[in-house]
């Protein structure tokens, strides 16, 4: 079994920056994908980044293109998202999951075995 822990959520104002983080232990394995998820109150969830732990391929999703960056730190089993330029409607639970499936889909959520608990992220205007 893998645990995801995510840390770093807070309150920023807009136009500011945060990095959240997402910790796996247990089980690893090293063709991982890992991916952040959003979901904001009344809202469906949203695909925000993943990146292939094994190349470092990333996608992104479009609403946070060229602000919000992904890295992994493959000895920490540790996964970064820094958000910068924040706007108001990037409030939101900001979930971590892991795939240990080799071949995905990153951008949609059922590609997604392993969840963290969330951790939440708001943007003040």
């Known amino acids: 079994q893998v645990q995801l822990v995510e840390s770093g959520g807070g309150l920023v104002q807009a136009g500011g920056s945060l990095r959240v983080s997402c910790a796996a232990s247990?089980?690893?394995?090293?063709?991982?994908?890992w991916a952040w998820f959003r979901q904001a109150p009344g809202k469906e969830r949203e695909f925000v980044a993943a990146?292939?732990?094994?190349?470092?391929?990333?996608w992104y999703g479009d609403s946070v293109k060229g602000r919000f960056t992904v890295s992994r730190d493959n000895a920490k089993n540790t996964v970064y998202l820094q958000m910068d330029s924040l706007k108001p409607e990037d409030t939101a639970v900001y979930y971590c999951?892991?795939?240990?499936?080799?071949?995905?889909?990153?951008?949609?959520?059922?590609?997604?075995?392993?969840w963290g608990q969330g951790t939440q992220v708001t943007v003040s205007s």
């Open positions: 247990g089980r690893t394995f090293s063709y991982y994908t």
């Open positions: 999951a892991a795939s240990s499936v080799q071949t995905i889909y990153p951008l949609s959520y059922r590609s997604y075995g392993y």
């Open positions: 990146i292939k732990q094994s190349t470092g391929s990333t």
